[in-house]
């Protein structure tokens, strides 16, 4: 009987990445071969809890990179998303990329074409569309239960001040350049699953800076910022987005078909689902809980509940198998560029802009 191939994997990028680390290293073909940071600390904290040798240690991504490795997780900076993912393609690596993608349509368009040339798999690593509630709503719009799908919402609000700048000091971190629409693959990305659609138009909108007047040369510090699309089947969704509220983090969907209305409520633990002539007016409640209760423990590992359990799996078998990953470079693409374009458009006063499909 053949011994199944162990795939060595390496990750960059630590401090996202950690959670990474362990649902790989539970997945039983898969061995953390290697691992990528600049900072030291996470550097030594990582290795030491996988037992790696110093020559398993990377400070440079170059040098990473060409190691003993059959995949490259990036879990870094989003600015190196691309750069590094081309490098890694490149080297002849598998890539599992975070989202988002990308930051401008042109180094989309790069992507895509260095994935078709490497013959590599790649996929975005969007964890939201591996939440609990999610892969059961899915169901639940396959069946037809619900109908076809007219109108979606889904808004993402997290306040990360801290992660934009150090008040204390002045300095800015990455993401202060990073309007808050730009970051729509939890959103969008969940939502054109389960339509199985996409965007052709987008119209951006935004409040301003007025909790933060003092950052206004900096996009990250943007009150909120609204996103209006026409998809390719002719459905309109609506994408809030914030990353300084004066609110609680929470992530809210809802979807709006012809015979039915699906959402998870603001109330944690709560989810809705009304089908016209079946449920009664207070419809049906359910679960919307991001963890799996019949996933085996090593499911619970990573971060975001169940959710890196199983897309990672996806992504393996996709290897595995020679099969397109679920969410390959043509969808990391379609779930990046809209949110691009909107913020376009919210810099112009709302002008409604094609959104380029790459293929």
């Excluded at 300095?171 to 202060?176: D, Q």
């Excluded at 979807?255 to 007016?281: A, C, M, P, W």
């Excluded at 913020?343 to 802009?353: D, P, R, V």
Aim: glycine content about 8%.
């Amino acid at each position: 009987m053949p011994i199944q191939q162990k795939w060595n994997a390496g990750i960059a990028g630590l401090s996202r990445g950690r959670g990474f680390v362990d649902v790989f290293a539970a997945h039983p073909d898969v061995r953390i071969a290697a691992v990528c940071d600049i900072d030291q600390e996470k550097l030594s904290a990582v290795g030491d809890a996988f037992n790696l040798p110093d020559r398993a240690r990377f400070t440079e991504f170059d040098d990473f990179i060409n190691s003993n490795i059959d995949i490259v997780i990036i879990a870094t900076p989003i600015p190196f998303h691309v750069p590094q993912s081309i490098k890694a393609l490149q080297a002849g690596k598998h890539v599992l990329c975070e989202q988002t993608i990308a930051y401008t349509v042109e180094e989309c368009m790069k992507l895509v074409d260095v994935v078709k040339q490497s013959k590599k798999k790649f996929m975005m690593a969007e964890n939201y569309c591996y939440f609990h509630y999610i892969r059961e709503w899915k169901k639940i719009v396959d069946s037809g239960k619900i109908g076809e799908i007219l109108y979606a919402e889904a808004e993402y609000i997290h306040e990360i001040v801290h992660l934009l700048v150090d008040k204390s000091s002045g300095k800015f971190y990455w993401r202060h350049e990073r309007p808050p629409i730009w970051y729509c693959a939890h959103t969008l990305g969940p939502l054109l699953m389960l339509m199985k659609d996409k965007i052709v138009k987008a119209c951006g909108l935004t409040t301003g800076f007025k909790t933060y007047p003092e950052y206004k040369d900096h996009p990250g510090f943007l009150d909120f910022e609204v996103g209006l699309f026409r998809t390719e089947k002719g459905a309109v969704i609506k994408i809030l987005r914030s990353q300084v509220p004066a609110c609680p983090h929470f992530v809210w969907y809802c979807l709006y078909g012809t015979k039915g209305h699906l959402e998870n409520r603001r109330v944690k633990g709560e989810g809705f689902l009304y089908i016209k002539g079946q449920t009664s007016d207070d419809g049906e409640i359910f679960t919307s809980s991001v963890v799996d209760p019949d996933a085996p423990e090593e499911a619970r590992k990573g971060g975001h509940g169940t959710s890196e359990y199983y897309m990672i799996r996806d992504f393996i078998s996709s290897i595995e198998n020679d099969t397109n990953p679920p969410i390959d470079v043509f969808r990391a693409t379609e779930w990046t560029i809209p949110g691009i374009i909107a913020h376009q458009s919210a810099m112009k006063g709302g002008q409604w802009l094609d959104v380029p499909v790459l293929d």
